[in-house]
């Protein structure tokens, strides 16, 4: 199964395929370089249908005493910090890293209403940089939930990435687990968490979308 935002480049890049496949043979006599270019394009596809992958996972039974990663990657950051776009206040802050070998897609990581989505044109540093998350382009959703209160999530490109996607709209109910956006090639998502919270991850953890939980109360 494959995102919907993969659609158009997974097309182009399987036409593309083909056309080397077959017309390589036509262009050039030497065996083993037909072969070299055949293979390139054969995991040139590979990639970009492993980069777009969507796989089920459907929760079952939707809780709003969890908090659930909203992405697949790694646990780079978990630390008090000063939030200054929305809540001007400080935060507890989750950071899960995406290589450009992870799931991309972006789930809501909790029930609630959206009340606050901007998105926000900046740089592409690397998604690992320190003012990644404020010089970045990005996007900044923040969600209230009945048990947390309001949560934010913000999606950030990466040095790779030239697009973020992102669903939420003010005042939509965000249902836990559902498609929330995606990233496209290399990022991070930050969570921002009240004071307190209490975190259910390491540092360095690698987390999955809709199965890792983040926090519970």
């Known amino acids: 199964m494959f995102h919907k935002e993969g659609a158009k480049i997974i097309l182009i890049t399987l036409a593309v395929a083909v056309f080397v496949i077959i017309g390589v043979e036509h262009v050039f006599s030497t065996p083993w370089l037909v072969k070299l270019i055949q293979i390139t394009a054969l995991l040139g596809l590979i990639l970009v249908l492993q980069f777009f ?65 901007k998105y926000h044109p900046g740089k592409y540093l690397v998604a690992w940089h320190p003012k990644a998350s404020e010089e970045n382009e990005r996007t900044t959703v923040v969600i209230d939930n009945p048990v947390y209160g309001e949560v934010m999530y913000r999606q950030i490109a990466g040095a790779l990435a030239k697009r973020i996607v992102n669903y939420a709209i003010v005042g939509d109910r965000a249902v836990q687990g559902d498609d929330a956006g995606f990233i496209k090639f290399g990022s991070r998502v930050d969570l921002y968490l009240p004071l307190g919270t209490e975190i259910d991850v390491v540092l360095n953890q690698k987390a999955k979308g809709n199965k890792t939980v983040i926090s519970h109360k």
């Open 53 to 117: 992958r969507n796989p089920n996972r459907h929760l079952t039974n939707i809780d709003d005493h969890l908090i659930l990663a909203p992405v697949d990657g790694k646990v780079v950051v978990i630390e008090e910090v000063y939030e200054p776009e929305y809540f001007k206040d400080r935060r507890l802050m989750v950071s899960i890293f995406m290589s450009p070998i992870n799931v991309h897609v972006t789930r809501y990581a909790l029930n609630g209403v959206v009340k606050y989505s």
